[in-house]
């Protein structure tokens, strides 16, 4: 029969909205308003899952967050989610879940074998044991470990949602939509101020939801804070973390309740809340009992049962027991009552109170003084067995399917914890509270201690309001608050009762009480080795049932009181987040943004293929019809420049205009060379140290007039050269009246080069004379290309005769075709990095390859740069004497013996048998065909002439190399100047 | 005390387990030994087992302020390996790896030592460059790496998707005998074995002072009194600074804030430890199934023990980019440890300006791989009040002399190694 627990009536689910589903392939019913759990148990559905190392038949434990047994791969195909707690997954037509963590079915698990080795399966066996032999431990032991290890299965692909980020400010955040959050975002929201409540439940009211009488309340309350346009509802939206400063993170599941996000919307959004103001109003967790058999498919926590009763409108079974240490539970038996399941008994170890008496008056058999000694039953509950406290052994059994337990109530100090408020010991409710608030924060209702919904919603209105005036907003009128009774939640002091049997105090990962033990009695006792020992409250729950309840067996173990021993750390999550919602958008093609060139397009109508360079898009070279290869395409693009021309774009490197009257002698301190001499129109190269006299950055920088300079940087370093630049002026000479730009975006720039450039450029450029006389090499000049305004500069990389032509970013396309058409009759090729890279390396120019951060001028050969005269930044350190060190790798040149053996970078250099150097850069010459390359090489210049060995292990390459010197094309440097 | 062994886990299982003692005795200080070692994570016990185990020195202290393991040891995530470019580090971490393969046995505690096989990725010629700098100096002094190309990167961790809209995996840089261990076993199994060759390990000791006389150490001050001893050897991790202001010195040390998260337990999914080489991202699997990940430091000094949510959201973004499969699944917990950032990226395990006083400290975020190594040496140091060959270069001076350990060449920078 389908749905043969659901009750005609009653609760917020609705009836008229039948939805199917699936649960390991059986199809059932269940209604819009059902969680996956609550739809399962009112199909009768108890055994769910096995646990994670004993393989024990799991029910469904809780109604929420804290579920720790009920977990299920959600979904299938690449949308399956493992270990999705089936309490809070809500029922959508055509929902799919499978149970996990079986071998065999479900009901015959084979692993389930695991339970008879207990006794050699306990805390920490492993540390103690697989030692023997050696070679085991990897070959036989960790595989089978591993493979039994985990819960649920992901699906190996690829997410095909999508998720988006959010980022609110408020001036009260509250967390929790029970009672106490109802009532504190009214308080708040009544002031005027900004107020957001957010609620991990797909409905607003918490423990108000089982509440019929108070059902007014709760609408009126949810109508009211949606008339109030500064305050925001965020229901589905689970607060995951407090962090420094008043953020806190949370995830919102826009469309987890829908079988796939509707087109163009996001899966889930994540959250991140500035809040000046925090009120904490998340509840309390109902704790368990350590007895023997406390995990068994049937016992489940008495709060849950309820409200399956009456939220969802299901009874948990037909015969319930209730083993009860407070008043607090005891309307779980009334509910099931009201429900038609039969109560069989209600043990209470305490000898009589308010609720017992109630309860004998309904017609309940009470068992004042009695405690559940053991369960009874397979793969379902069959029977409770019940002793007197502290009787040892086992009682008599009362048949019953459902066993619901309360151990007394912790409440959820997760975030006021993570917030750095300490945790306090409260005697009473045998719990820990929030302390003093350390942020600005503060917690209201049960998640203080302030039970009963009357007592936390006045405690909720207090706070919101006390909240909004804190954030400096005028306290407004009262506002009605719900009248109720509060049940007494203060428990007798009962954790474990002890009997033969696991009785489980973190029933996810299979801890029991004796565990705990046995890491005291090998010297795991502080709560935090012992947690770490056995797995205590590590699961996906964290402890929320269970965890108290271990610490307290620790602190009887260790004889000192529960507040001595503590609690773990809490730390984020409060639960667990997607990944994807905090991945955001930022994922696969959209890691990193793309940053292109104002000739992206002209390049990709040239075919170029491209290279990532950072995040900057550049071509690396222009494929013909006709070429061989790659590398056929990038010398056919490099001889185009040594015999006639070749343009290329260079737009990506850095440039920076500096300006003020200090600007050369800020320059002359941040480069190791002189620019206060510089004259007007002209260009040097130059080079920057770091502070610690490695080198930093290298490039040209102009003086466009007296008190203006333009720098540029290399691609790679234009971000870092700038922060360095704006840090030394504000920090180290604010006294130095210099201002900074960075124009890297708004200038384009292409270099012609090659001996045909000078036509090239006549053509192209007006009001200038290019003449070698009226335009020497490093001169720098204003003029018009194709009539716009541009600047045009004489220096070269490559070692030819080349220009950089720089211009207003939106004219490149327009110069760049110029150029090319110009070119034509003297056969113009573009060429893209790879030919660039050739060129500077047959030149001997050092590159980013080089200049890697860990060597110094002289490395380079650039040591004749440092300035004699004058400070710079890195000149101190650069003369200590590792630095200066004469036996340290220098610059050379390298050609591979036979040009037809490839060399490449990372290669190290040999001599004598050692590794003397490595390769930084490697290529084939068009010039002297072959390989070479340029390399670090110990006492580098006495090895020049020689032949040595470019060795690469990885690779199985030895190549025999010659040392040449770096500088091997045109050393005269008579072609950039011709 | 009796050692682990098959026997006994047989017996003891068969009664009640109710036999087991204490991994190691709690403690009292002496009032004197021949060696104090201040902190009790993995490179404090291990410095004691080795002072024990190599140079026959057992009358020694290790004093930890709080818990042992609980530090940097106990929140980090757990990678082992010998990959590093320059031969002053390879060696000395190629040394550590050694001695974390007989570790099971010489400690007689199973740290769970698991060599799966370390891949870092690269994405482009430059870092393809570096890669094979760095793994040819590996090779060239016999320790093992392996280049992996796209397909062999997908055949290895057909998870990774090597064709990521934004930067394809080009290879990688496999070292096969790196992996990953237990991280709190490794305390405990220091603990455990340096107990049993009768070093006191004293719980809840913080050192508050040093004594000093004549420019030689004479003990420490401590929240349980005044303990004395001609040799001290700090193993404090991101304490390092405060102990040292305490010996009258400065330290080239910052205190920086670096996170971990670990996903929810999971069929195996990822056999081998992944970096990826175009963000901050890098993965393990735990034996007990969680994803264990984490990336760069947060980016400013800090002592508190949580980090920031850009950070994280970074981790998380590189993370789905390597690999698409993770986004569906959770991240169950998060958590921040604080490191002893050097300005070189290499750490310090070396005598100090007061005679008498060793250290072992700036191990930045790559300081677990190390525990073993950095022990070794540590004791080595202070035994012959001489460092070894092996980390004859980890001085405090180095910078003094222009001799930085710069695997990357980031600069002198603490936040950028
Ligand atoms: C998130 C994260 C990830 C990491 N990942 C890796 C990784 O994958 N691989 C890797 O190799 N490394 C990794 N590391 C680095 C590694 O964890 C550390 O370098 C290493 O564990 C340091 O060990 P330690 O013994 O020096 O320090 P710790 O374990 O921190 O021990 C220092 C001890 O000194 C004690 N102490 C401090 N002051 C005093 C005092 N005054 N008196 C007495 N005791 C004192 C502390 O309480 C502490 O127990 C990571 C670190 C973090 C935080």
Same mark, same amino acid.
């Given at each position: ?466 909240? =909004?005036?804190? =954030? ?507 | ?57 057992? +009358? ?28 002053? +580090? ?19 505690? +199973? ?107 004479? %003990? ?27 010996? %009258? ?152 002399? %222009? ?6 060449? +980031? ?7």
């Amino acid at each position: 029969m389908s749905q043969r627990f659901r009750l005609p009536s009653g609760g917020h689910v609705d009836r008229s909205k039948r939805l199917s589903f699936t649960f390991d392939g059986r199809a059932y019913d269940g209604h819009h308003g059902d969680t996956l759990a609550a739809a399962l148990l009112a199909n009768g559905v108890r055994l769910v899952g096995r646990s994670f190392k004993y393989h024990r038949p799991r029910g469904i434990f809780s109604a929420g967050a804290e579920e720790p047994n009920a977990l299920v791969e959600l979904r299938d195909g690449a949308r399956r989610e493992p270990n999705t707690r089936a309490t809070v997954a809500e029922l959508f037509d055509g929902l799919a879940a499978t149970s996990q963590n079986h071998r065999g079915s479900l009901a015959f698990d084979w692993m389930a074998v695991n339970g008879l080795l207990a006794p050699w399966l306990g805390a920490g066996f492993y540390y103690k044991t697989f030692m023997w032999p050696a070679s085991f431990w990897e070959r036989v032991y960790e595989p089978m470990i591993r493979k039994a290890a985990g819960l649920g299965r992901a699906s190996g692909l690829p997410d095909p949602d999508h998720y988006e980020a959010a980022h609110a400010h408020c001036d009260v955040l509250v967390v929790g939509a029970g009672a106490a959050g109802l009532a504190a975002a009214r308080a708040a929201g009544a002031t005027g101020a900004r107020v957001i409540l957010a609620e991990q439940d797909f409905l607003l009211g918490g423990d108000l939801l089982n509440e019929p009488g108070l059902e007014v309340w709760r609408q009126e309350s949810i109508a009211a804070l949606e008339a109030m346009p500064e305050v925001t509802l965020l229901p589905r939206t689970t607060v995951f973390g407090f962090y420094d400063q008043g953020v806190l993170g949370a995830v919102e599941r826009v469309a987890d309740h829908l079988p796939q996000p509707p087109a163009h919307t996001a899966r889930q959004r994540y959250w991140t809340i500035r809040a000046k103001e925090v009120v904490l109003a998340t509840g309390a967790h109902e704790r368990i009992i350590a007895f023997p058999g406390n995990d068994r498919p049937g016992v489940m926590l008495a709060g849950a049962a309820r409200t399956y009763a009456r939220r969802y409108g299901v009874r948990a079974g037909e015969t319930a027991a209730l083993f009860a240490t407070q008043d607090a539970a005891y309307d779980a038996a009334f509910a099931l009552a009201e429900a038609g399941t039969r109560i069989a008994a209600i043990i209470d170890p305490r000898g009589d109170s308010a609720a017992m008496q109630r309860a004998r008056e309904a017609g309940f058999t009470v068992k004042p003084g009695c405690v559940v000694t053991g369960t009874v039953g397979g793969n379902a509950l069959r029977g409770v067995e019940i002793g007197a406290v502290g009787s040892g052994g086992r009682g008599d059994a009362v048949p019953a399917d459902v066993l619901m337990v309360s151990g007394g109530w912790n409440p959820a100090v997760h975030l006021a914890s993570m917030s750095g408020s300490a945790l306090s010991w409260d005697e009473a409710l045998l719990a820990f509270v929030p302390g003093a608030a350390s942020q600005h924060e503060r917690s209201a209702g049960a998640c203080r201690g302030v039970n009963g919904i009357g007592a936390a919603a006045a405690d909720g209105a207090a706070a919101g309001q006390a909240a =909004a005036v804190a =954030a400096g907003f005028a306290a407004a009128p009262a506002i009605t608050l719900p009248e109720a009774p509060a049940p007494d939640h203060r428990p007798y002091e009962l954790w474990e009762v002890k009997g033969r049997g696991k009785a489980f105090v973190d029933i996810q990962d299979d801890v029991t009480a004796n565990d705990i033990r046995l890491a005291h009695r090998e010297g795991y006792s502080h709560i935090e080795h012992a947690k770490r020992y056995t797995t205590h409250a590590m699961g996906t729950d964290q402890g929320k049932v269970g965890g108290l309840v271990g610490a307290a067996v620790l602190a009887e173990a260790r004889e000192e009181p529960v507040a001595k021993v503590g609690l773990p750390r809490f730390r984020p999550y409060t639960s667990p987040v997607a990944w994807g919602a905090i991945a955001g958008g930022e994922v696969g093609q959209h890691f990193q943004p793309v940053r292109r060139t104002a000739l992206h397009g002209v390049h990709e109508a040239l075919g170029a293929v491209w290279m990532d360079a950072g995040i900057w898009k550049r071509p690396a070279y222009y494929p013909k019809a006709g070429d061989a290869d790659a590398w056929a395409s990038v010398k056919r693009e490099a001889r185009a420049v040594r015999e006639r021309v070749g343009v290329c774009d260079v737009s990506t490197l850095g440039k920076i205009v500096v300006e003020g009257p200090d600007a050369a002698t800020f320059l002359d301190r941040v480069y190791a060379n002189t620019f206060s001499t510089l004259q007007v129109g002209r260009a040097r190269y130059g080079l920057m140290l770091r502070e610690d006299g490695i080198v930093f950055d290298d490039g040209t920088t102009t003086r466009l007039g007296h008190d203006r300079f333009f720098v540029t940087t290399t691609t790679a370093q234009a971000g870092p050269v700038m922060q360095h630049l704006e840090f030394h002026l504000a920090s180290a000479w604010p006294d130095l009246d210099v201002s900074l730009a960075s124009v890297t975006d708004q200038w384009a720039a292409m270099s012609i080069a090659g001996p045909k450039a000078r036509e090239v450029v006549a053509a192209v450029v007006t009001g200038l004379d290019v003449s070698n006389e009226a335009f020497p090499f490093m001169a720098v000049a204003d003029c018009l290309a194709t009539g716009v305004p541009a600047r045009l500069f004489r220096i070269s990389f490559s070692g030819e005769l080349a220009y950089e032509i720089a211009m207003p970013a939106g004219y490149a396309a327009q110069v760049w075709r110029a150029v090319l058409a110009a070119g034509a009759p003297h056969g113009i090729e573009p060429y893209g990095v790879e030919a660039l890279g050739l060129l500077r390396i047959e030149k001997g120019h050092v590159a980013g390859s080089e200049l890697n951060g860990q060597t110094t001028a002289q490395d380079l050969g650039l040591g004749r740069m440092l300035k004699k005269k004058g400070d710079f930044i890195g000149r101190v350190l650069a003369q200590r004497p590792g630095m200066t060190d004469p036996s340290r790798p220098r610059l050379v040149g390298l050609r591979s013996v036979d040009p037809a053996r490839q060399i490449r970078a990372g290669c190290h250099l040999i001599v004598d048998g050692r590794s003397q150097g490595w390769i930084s850069s490697a290529t084939q010459s068009v010039v002297d065909p072959g390989w070479i390359g340029l390399g670090l090489l110990r006492d580098g210049e006495t090895h020049i002439g020689s032949v040595i060995v470019a060795a690469n292990p990885l690779m199985g390459e030895e190549v025999p190399v010659k040392v040449v010197s770096p500088h091997g094309y045109d050393a005269e440097n008579l072609r950039v100047r011709a | 005390m009796p050692g682990y062994s098959g026997f006994r886990i047989l017996t003891e299982g068969l009664r009640g387990n109710s036999g087991w003692k204490p991994a190691w005795r709690k403690a009292a200080p002496k009032p004197s030994y021949d060696v104090i070692v201040v902190g009790g994570g993995g490179h404090g016990l291990a410095t004691a087992f080795y002072l024990a185990s190599e140079h026959g020195i057992t +009358n020694v202290a290790v004093l930890e302020r709080g818990l042992i393991g609980q530090g940097n040891t106990g929140r980090n995530t757990t990678i082992v390996r010998s990959n590093y470019m320059l031969p002053e +580090n390879n060696n000395f971490y190629e040394h550590s790896l050694k001695l974390w393969e007989g570790l099971e046995q010489s400690l007689n505690y +199973n740290v769970m030592m698991s060599q799966r096989g370390v891949i870092n990725l690269f994405h482009n010629e430059a870092q393809k460059n570096a890669a094979l700098r760095r793994g040819n100096s590996m090779r060239l002094n016999g320790i093992d790496a392996e280049i992996l190309d796209r397909d062999g990167v997908k055949a290895m961790c057909p998870i990774v998707d090597v064709d990521n809209g934004r930067y394809p995996v080009m290879g990688g840089l496999l070292q096969r005998r790196g992996g990953t261990a237990r991280h709190d076993a490794v305390a405990w199994g220091f603990a455990h074995a340096a107990d049993a060759r009768g070093v006191d390990i004293v719980e809840h000791c913080e050192v508050t002072g040093m004594i000093i006389e004549g420019g030689a150490i004479q %003990g420490v001050r401590t929240t349980r009194g005044e303990i004395r001893a001609p040799k001290v050897g700090l193993a404090v991790a991101g304490s390092t600074s405060t102990l040292t202001a305490m010996a %009258g010195f400065d330290v080239p040390i910052e205190t920086h804030l670096l996170q971990a998260f670990v996903s929810e337990g999971l069929k195996p999914l990822i056999d081998c430890v992944v970096t990826f080489g175009a963000g901050h991202f890098y993965v393990s699997q735990s034996d007990k199934g969680g994803l264990v990940f984490g990336g760069g430091l947060d980016g400013y000094p800090s002592y508190g023990q949580r980090g920031t949510l850009p950070t994280a959201e970074h981790v998380y973004s590189a993370g789905v980019s390597m690999i698409p499969a993770l986004g569906r699944l959770r991240g169950l917990r998060s958590w921040a440890g604080v490191m002893d950032m050097t300005p070189d990226g290499s750490p310090y395990i070396c005598k100090t300006p007061v005679q008498g006083l060793y250290m072992t400290a700036g191990w930045c975020y790559g300081g677990f791989k190390a525990t073993p190594g950095s022990g070794w040496c540590h004791a080595w140091t202070i035994a012959k009040d001489a460092p070894h060959r092996l980390n004859a270069a980890h001085t405090l001076d180095r910078f003094r002399e %222009g001799r930085m350990l710069d695997e990357r060449g +980031n600069g002198p920078f603490f936040w950028a190694q």
